[in-house]
């Protein structure tokens, strides 16, 4: 079955920098989209950011400019780098397949003031 591993969480202070990554295996990598989303306690899950096969991004307005997803095929991985964190940033972050049902484990980023 379809499987993903998340690493790169941890406690940063307000406006350092973490670097999430999503490694899928047994799934044809290259043609489905990859998406990062964050929970919190209460609330539901929020997608952050996605992006297509093709490469095509797209951004929660909150984490615009200071979030970037990228991929790298050859590796079946899946990257969210987060800059200028903000302790509102704090949160389990989860990667997904697109239009699936299939997540990662949930990394935790905590984002001190």
């Known amino acids: 079955q379809v499987q993903l591993v998340e690493s790169g969480g941890g406690l940063v202070p307000a406006g350092g920098s973490l670097r999430l990554s999503c490694t899928a295996s047994?799934?044809?990598?290259?043609?489905?989209?990859m998406g990062w989303y964050r929970q919190v306690p209460g609330k539901q899950r929020e997608l952050v950011a996605g992006?297509?096969?093709?490469?095509?991004?797209n951004y929660l307005d909150s984490v615009k400019g200071r979030f970037t997803i990228s991929r790298d095929n050859a590796k079946n991985t899946v990257y969210l780098q987060m800059n200028s964190l903000k302790p509102e940033d704090t949160a389990v972050y989860y990667c997904?397949?697109?239009?699936?049902?299939?997540w990662g484990q949930g990394t935790q980023v905590t984002v001190s003031s």
């Open positions: 997904r397949v697109l239009l699936s049902d299939y």
């Open positions: 047994r799934i044809l990598f290259s043609i489905v989209g």
């Open positions: 992006i297509t096969s093709g490469g095509t991004t």
